[in-house]
């Protein structure tokens, strides 16, 4: 065990790192579901590292979360002889006060950062050309170490150098690479990736961690989403530079999008209308007299005219954007999809009218995975691991299970069997006694709650009925993960959550499928017990619909089970499984809706939370958690 950072192995952790050692031997897959404190992250790394390094071989660590990622480099810290890097995106890692003014995303980012350079307006950039052997100096000592993203970004401060470029090349010299997701998910952004590190997909090992997030992931990596108030402003902008061409094109479009809506919507009250993707320029060749050929040519001058605008706004020092290429990119995607069955074009409303492009395989963000030397997928939530493999698409994997070891005495679940968050179940009485047995709950269990609803729309209800202000008089303190919230506002919420282990306790409400409610470690008193409000299926919309459509074409017979019931079952076992991370930590686990009990749900579930199943109601609720807890304090 070179690679193992720890002195002794948990239990199940050999027989762990021997599959995914033959994985990797093999150039094969793994699919490999093992419980939340098993120690995943150290016995896939001890498996990979062997084979990486005496084949020259990176490992490529992919996670959903900063917290994630971070916790691949302290793991590796504990490791001589292995070198680890963690990429962050331009607007995380840059110090030009312009880029993180004036960019939130990972594209816009990169298309600022190469004009930034282009003008010479970089001193970093400039600095790092006119002192090359200082920053090469500074990378060959940093390599010897594996720094996390704050310490390398204080350091490149100091130095006066680019932290994203030091990151560049230390990824050249390092063993492991850790990434988010969207490194790989995004064909773009893994093109430019690989070509930047000078390497192939058969000079990788790709760990996927935390991989139930994958389909989701994928299907939101592959979709995309345009608002008439871009179409709006992109026309505004290309008049401003006298591109009469392109304004009146987008203008007739803009009128027959806004007449089709009006068509398709008829009167109904509804938020989303599936329509073929032809129709939105139904107007414009009326009226232009355009065939596709000549649609074709002016969005890709659009593309041309929007990277020029770019340019120009950066040498003014204005903000970065361009609106007639953000339409341009989105228009070539929606042609791009013209008679593909995998994708469904939507018109939806919520604020404002948009064009939604929803993709419906998650497979094909993974199509490049039979391409790499091997790929190891884990989670504590995989089961039925068949049906993951399948929606995935992965090819012929070793798959393997390990049972999460907790003593029965250490675990209690509770349904109560009145209450649900069924849509017709859903009113101001019903939320009110919800929050009954939410208060209930709180009061009987020691220290930190996690109270995680099926959906922010449940969540509000909960908030409407006072909850918050209930939840105070047990004296604990209330933490509100708000939808919307940045990583670092959320990281501050958690932080304070944990802290308030150390006093009376505190509640945190948020929803599951959120990265709270997955993938965040919670140690002894830091969560004691969860409570799961309702089951997170996904609203009966034209999208999901669509997939459960796709999917029973894919998978006969399996449609619905695959693109509806499964997804949420799992999101449900993610929340439950926060609370216990060894065989000796205690903790309850309350889940407010009926239907959990339903054998056609309840076959989802791991072994483990069904074997502890109980039924309550409101009275009975209260005596069963105090009985366990007395028994176990």
């Known amino acids: 065990m070179e690679y193992f950072p720890h002195e002794r192995l948990r239990p199940g952790q050999r027989n762990f790192i021997e599959l995914v050692r033959r994985a990797v031997e093999e150039g094969k897959s793994a699919v490999i579901e093992a419980p939340t404190g098993f120690g995943k992250t150290a016995a896939v790394l001890a498996g990979v590292l062997p084979t990486a390094i005496d084949g020259g071989f990176k490992v490529v660590y992919l996670a959903r979360t900063h917290r994630q990622m971070d916790r691949v480099i302290e793991e590796l810290r504990n490791v001589e ?14 110090l030009h006060e312009y880029l993180t003014r004036y960019t939130t995303d990972a594209y816009n980012a990169m298309i600022v950062c ?30 010897k170490c594996s720094l996390l993203p704050p310490e390398l970004i204080h350091l490149a401060r100091d130095y006066g150098f680019c932290p994203y470029d030091i990151t560049k090349r230390l990824a050249e010299k390092s063993n492991v690479i850790v990434a988010s997701y969207l490194y790989f998910l995004v064909s773009s952004i893994r093109r430019a990736f690989l070509d930047s590190l000078g390497i192939d997909y058969s000079d990788i090992i790709v760990i996927f961690d935390e991989a139930h997030n994958l389909p989701d992931q994928a299907i939101s990596a592959l979709s995309d989403k345009l608002s008439v108030h871009s179409i709006e402003r992109a026309i505004s902008e290309a008049e401003d530079y006298g591109e009469n061409e392109i304004a009146s094109f987008l203008a007739i479009l803009l009128q027959g999008i806004v007449e089709l809506y009006d068509d398709r919507l008829n009167g109904r009250d509804v938020s989303e209308v599936p329509i073929r993707p032809e129709p939105i320029f139904g107007r414009v060749m009326d009226v232009l007299g355009f065939g596709w050929r000549e649609i074709m ?50 018109m939806t409303k919520e604020s404002r009218l948009s064009l939604e492009l ?82 209930t709950a709180v ?75 997955e993938g965040q470690d919670y140690r002894g008193d830091e969560m004691k017990g969860v409570v799961l409000v309702g089951i997170p299926y996904a609203r009966p919309t034209p999208r ?37 991370r060894s065989a000796e930590e205690k903790g309850s686990i309350v889940i407010l809706d009926y239907r959990v009990l339903w054998k056609s749900v309840r076959k989802d579930f791991p072994k483990w939370l069904r074997d502890t199943m109980r039924p309550v109601t409101l009275r009975t609720l209260n005596l069963n958690l105090r009985r366990f807890w007395n028994r176990n304090l």
């Open 81 to 94: 002889g292995v070198s680890a890097v963690e990429f962050r995106s331009r607007s995380n890692f840059c």
């Open 114 to 143: 190469k004009n930034l350079r282009k003008l010479g307006k970089c001193k970093f950039y400039e600095r790092e050309k006119r002192k090359r052997d200082e920053f090469e100096a500074l990378i060959a000592e940093l390599s």
């Open 297 to 346: 040519g002016i969005v890709n001058e659009m593309t041309s005219v929007g990277d020029f605008i770019r340019e120009d706004r950066i040498e003014k020092g204005r903000p970065p954007r361009s609106y007639v290429g953000r339409v341009a990119s989105f228009l070539a995607e929606w042609l791009g999809t013209l008679g593909a069955e995998d994708y469904l074009h939507l």
């Open 358 to 439: 929803v993709a419906l395989d998650p497979s094909v963000a993974l199509e490049w995975v039979g391409n790499v030397k091997s790929s190891i997928f884990m989670s504590g939530t995989l089961s039925p691991l068949s049906a993951f493999t399948a929606i995935m698409g992965i090819k012929e994997p070793l798959t393997k299970s390990f049972p999460r070891m907790v003593k029965p005495e250490n675990v209690s679940v509770l349904v109560a069997k009145d209450v649900s968050t069924r849509g017709s179940e859903r009113s101001l009485e019903g939320y009110k006694k919800i929050a009954r047995y939410i208060l």
């Open 443 to 517: 009061s009987s269990i020691p220290k930190n709650v996690g109270v995680f609803a099926a959906s922010y729309e449940v969540l509000e209800g909960l908030l409407s009925v006072n909850l918050p202000s209930l939840l105070e008089e047990t004296g604990k303190k209330v933490f509100i993960e708000r939808r919307g919230l940045d990583s670092n506002e959320n990281d501050i919420l958690i932080k304070n959550f944990k802290e308030s282990s150390k006093g009376n306790g505190g509640v945190l409400l948020g929803v599951m499928g959120g990265r709270n409610s």
């Open 544 to 580: 999901t619909e669509a997939r459960i459509r796709y999917f029973e074409r894919k998978f006969p017979g399996k449609g619905r089970y695959y693109g509806y019931y499964l997804p949420a079952h799992r999101k449900l076992v993610q929340a439950a499984g926060r609370v216990h």
